[in-house]
T-cell receptor, first 118, second 114 residues
Framework: AQSVAQPEDQVNVAEGNPLTVKCTYS??????LFWYVQYPNRGLQFLLK??????LVKGSYGFEAEFNKSQTSFHLKKPSALVSDSALYFC????????????????FGKGTKLSVIP | EAEVAQSPRYKITEKSQAVAFWCDPI?????LYWYRQILGQGPELLVQ????????DSQLPKDRFSAERLKGVDSTLKIQPAELGDSAMYLC????????????FGPGTRLTVT
């Protein structure tokens, strides 16, 4: 079974400082990795994905993520944090669905709460 | 920008009662997903549709949960009877395809079972 781990429940960073939200994964084949953000009482919003190619993936709102195959990591980064970035961040990995019918489902980590302090 | 619509946003029900949630995906999205998100955890897939067909319902508690997408557009998720442990956020998402396309999520329905 494929899985994703987010080792930090919470990350605090000062406004204007760089931020990193960590994610590690475990897959049997090629990893397809995603980051989503969830604001309070809202659904998840897609930030970026890694399928293949350049290890540095750029996404929405100035976020980027670095794929590292040897460390099985896909950390989310932003050069300068904003207070408005405060939210819950989820890493996800695509795996084969349980039905074996060729479905592809996302397996999510438990989330990391990012707090940007003014 | 097109969005996934869900209703109701909040639902309080007593245990043993029936409850239903509705989802309207982004127009043109063939794949629709229902997730359950328990507080402090990531979403977990309950059921996945491709058009009107169920592709994966391996995690759906079929003794009490049912889902349908009769015309391949909007979808309904039903729980009967509801149990205290069903209290959670129920999220609907859609995607153009089912491979590596990103999923677009609705705002969710927060269910409280008393």
């Amino acid at each position: 079974a494929q899985s994703v781990a987010q080792p930090e429940d919470q990350v605090n960073v000062a406004e204007g400082n760089p931020l990193t939200v960590k994610c590690t994964y475990s897959v049997s084949g090629n990893p397809y990795l995603f980051w989503y953000v969830q604001y309070p009482n809202r659904g998840l919003q897609f930030l970026l994905k890694y399928i293949t190619g350049d290890n540095l993936v750029k996404g929405s709102y100035g976020f980027e993520a670095e794929f590292n195959k040897s460390q099985t990591s896909f950390h989310l980064k932003k050069p300068s944090a904003l207070v408005s970035d405060s939210a819950l961040y989820f890493c996800a990995v695509r795996d084969m669905g349980g039905s074996g019918a060729g479905s592809y489902q996302l397996t999510f980590g438990k989330g990391t709460k990012l707090s940007v302090i003014p | 920008e097109a969005e996934v619509a869900q209703s109701p946003r909040y639902k309080i029900t007593e245990k043993s009662q029936a409850v239903a949630f509705w989802c309207d995906p982004i127009s043109g999205h063939a794949t629709l997903y229902w997730y359950r998100q328990i507080l402090g955890q990531g979403p977990e897939l309950l059921v996945q549709f491709q058009d009107e067909s169920v592709v994966d319902d391996s995690q759906l508690p079929k003794d009490r949960f049912s889902a349908e997408r009769l015309k391949g557009v909007d979808s309904t998720l039903k729980i009967q009877p509801a149990e205290l442990g069903d209290s959670a956020m129920y999220l609907c998402a859609s995607s153009f395809g089912q491979n590596v396309d990103e999923q677009y999520f609705g705002p969710g329905t927060r269910l409280t079972v008393t």
